[in-house]
């Protein structure tokens, strides 16, 4: 027995670090197929260009001298398909961890910071300024500033309802399903008010599109996911014992309350700065948390940030599909995230073990 | 030295009060059991220890801090938590679970320190073939011994155990508390645990609180303290105690009805 208890002490730490070499190398080989995927997906589009001619226009700006590019590719590589291709990479990763974040500290595998209420929230804030022309901020911020700030409203809301009856999922769960129907309603009323080609705008803006991306855009969404994404990721460990239950979490020294209330604010606020200039684009943040969680495990200290890099993949391939599949027209990337979304959760829904739910 | 010190705790959901003036004081290294019916507040005492609840009155850990103005890390270095069932909806490896242990020494990274501390516990309580396993996929006897080895990795000074046996077959009891009472002897650790089970509470348990209706209705030895009369009293249950063995055992016989009482 002596003999056999250190070997089999260090076999446990060599089993545990292999475990752990595992989710390090799927989040490496995540960052590698971005960078494949971002270089075709800059190469597609109706001037035909290599992926090396993309990379070195892209290195060029960085190393001049070292690469060569022309103009013509250069134009097209930074001004019209690059930007779009990194708001897809940080608007996929932060929908992405946001929906790994709801999921984890209201400890239901469907919740989203959509089924919270936000996108009715943001939808109809996009929808006020499209009919009745009326916002918080004016000139071209309107929608951008309407859909984000009745989001924030959308989730301080759902925060002061569940505040009131004790911060749990079940109170936060309930008062964002309230919240969800009110908006939709509201939304629902405007459409009905609106004209035709305005309640055609606002169909539009539902479905989520990467098409009024620029740099600028790009620029504060990368800022909002990154930030929100480490400040997530400093507070893994206390996600991961909320998953334990409220009461134990307390008892391993957890604040229960300002952690799941914080944590769910900066999952708004990340989705609030991406919808806000996407639109609606359903599924990444309820599928792409639960594929990572099949490969990666539930430790959020792994799982906030390759759900992140998932996600990115996913909005990537599907705006890339929906920029090519029936190009010239290009289909709202929405529909795509959705088309792809679908079918996978509903494998999922069939797979999944019995004692997962 | 005192592990606890409890005085005149009280704790009311709403304007029904579970718990009445308590008063009671754990010593080191000693099993110490609460018992009582359905309601008596075995359950809400245990959670007002850890914090969990927030009680009226005072509880003193450490030889004089006092819990309320402790941080909750603090208190997760001094006390661990067994609660008596979880519900894990989102998957997690037994060892991840036991890792949490850890949440109150650590920051964001794991040390070999604490790895080390989990594969000592998960070995202490024979749980390590199932390191990688899914918490979720164990059956009640193993998950309880992974929970106490959770709770364990926190080196606390005292256990709390709420109704540890409640899911377990007869021989996983006797070995969930058999597992309990050696690490308290071993170490200088103390456990406080709510039970229903009177027999096991009197074969484990150098201390025996009698909880009823929030109130310490009796405290003491267990030979000393189960008696038919005292069982009559609070639970309201007819009984022969049986003394042909080396501990009391409790027979319950028949309900006694409220005018009995």
Redesign the interface.
Known sequence: MSKE?PV??SE??E??SQ?VGKKVLFILLCLAGIVALAGIAATLGSASITPTEVYAAILARFFPGTFETTNFIDTIVWQLRLHRVLMAIFAGMGLAVAGAAM??IL???LASPFTLGIASAASFGASLAIIMGAGFVGGQWLIVGNAFIFTMLASITVYGLARYKGITPETMILAGIAIMYLFSAMTSLLQYVGKSEQVHEVVFWMMGSLGRSSWDKVGIIALVTVVCTLLLM?Y??DI??L???D??A??????VEFVRVFCMMLASLITASVICFTGTIGFIGLVAPHIT?MVV???H?FLLPASGLVGALILLAADTVARTIFAPVILPVGIMTAFLGVPFFIYLFLRR?K??? | MVKITIKDLSFSYGSRKILDDLNVVVGDSEVFSLVGPNGSGKTTMIKCIDRILKPKGTILLDGGKDLQSLSRQEVARYIGYVPQSTTSVLTTTVFDTILMGRKPHMGWRVTDEDIDRVVEMMKLLHVEEFALKDFSELSGGQKQRVLIARALCQEPEVLLLDEPTSNLDVKHQLEALDTVRSIVKKTDISAVMAIHDLNLAARYSDTLVMLKDGKVHAIGDPLALLTEENIRCIFGVEAAVMRDLDRPYVVPLRSLSGEAL
Request: no cysteine; glycine share 18%.
């Open positions: 208890g089999e002490s446990l730490k089993e545990y475990f999921q984890g400890k239901n595998p400093y893994s460990w991961n014992a998953g334990a239950g009461e134990t307390k008892s391993l020294g957890v604040n969680r495990g539930g430790d200290r073990r004692d997962y739910w």
